[in-house]
């Protein structure tokens, strides 16, 4: 069994910092690509951005230079750097990976909320 958990979200003013974790738990031999997606209310949930397992990054557009993508390998871990906030920001972060475990598998983690308000 693998489970992916997300952590870090809250709440934060408008120009300000949050940074996400996601940490992978269970039965893991190999983790490809991880990405982190967000889903506002009424709306689809859409890639922020992902990372390969060599370190190649993508981004969204909305992001791009505002985001800071990464991962550790060893720990298992992926990580969301998220500076310049703007409340359009603002919605549920969701940690995605493809993990080899007993079985090869697209995995979710359960969401961390993110909200961005004055």
């Known amino acids: 069994q693998v489970q992916l958990v997300e952590s870090g979200g809250g709440l934060v003013q408008p120009g300000g910092s949050l940074r996400l974790s996601c940490a992978a738990s269970g039965i893991v031999y190999t983790i490809w690509t991880m990405g982190w997606y967000r889903q506002a209310p009424g709306k689809q949930r859409e890639l922020v951005a992902d990372?390969?397992?060599?370190?190649?990054?993508n981004y969204a557009g909305t992001v791009k230079g505002r985001f800071t993508i990464s991962r550790d390998n060893a720990k298992k871990e992926m990580y969301l750097q998220m500076d310049s906030l703007k409340p359009e920001d603002t919605a549920v972060y969701f940690c995605?990976?493809?993990?080899?475990?007993?079985?090869?598998?697209?995995?979710w983690g359960q969401g961390t909320q993110v909200t961005v308000s004055s």
């Open positions: 990372i390969t397992s060599g370190g190649s990054t």
């Open positions: 995605n990976a493809d993990i080899v475990s007993t079985r090869r598998g697209d995995y």
